[in-house]
């Protein structure tokens, strides 16, 4: 599988921006996926995950109610509606996927994820 993220820039506090993650080589609608974020200087960290069928999602409690994730399994695309963006939202969004057609799990941690995007910029501007 690969993944190629997009739809990363500058953005004003406030506004909105939309990440897209499309898949190819296998279909998406065998892996579980997910965004993460680095900030400079900081950690990569869980935004938001959702199962392979959309059953079960997550969000992290910093963007929970500002940000969407979503998927589009026969676009082979996920995506992240993220709304309301704030000054600590500027990171490198990455989009994740991870093998898994068997449970509506989501999961949470960088290391269960086998596949990876090659990250876009997020910038917002106070």
């Known amino acids: 599988v690969q993944l190629q993220a997009s739809g990363g820039g500058l953005a004003q506090a406030g506004d909105s921006l939309s990440l897209a993650c499309a898949g190819s080589?296998?279909?998406?609608?065998?892996?579980?996926m997910a965004w993460f974020r680095r900030a400079p200087g900081k950690e990569r960290e869980i935004v938001a995950a959702?199962?392979?069928?959309?059953?079960?999602?997550y969000h992290s409690d910093s963007v929970k109610g500002r940000f969407t994730i979503s998927r589009d399994n026969p676009k082979r695309t996920m995506y992240l509606q993220m709304n309301t963006l704030k000054p600590e939202d500027t990171a490198v969004y990455y989009c994740?996927?991870?093998?898994?057609?068997?449970?509506?799990?989501?999961?949470?941690?960088?290391?269960?994820?086998?596949?990876w995007g090659q990250g876009t910029l997020v910038t917002v501007s106070s």
């Open positions: 080589g296998l279909p998406l609608n065998n892996y579980a």
């Open positions: 959702i199962s392979w069928n959309s059953v079960n999602s």
């Open positions: 994740a996927a991870r093998l898994d057609h068997y449970t509506h799990d989501y999961f949470l941690h960088s290391d269960d994820y086998q596949y």
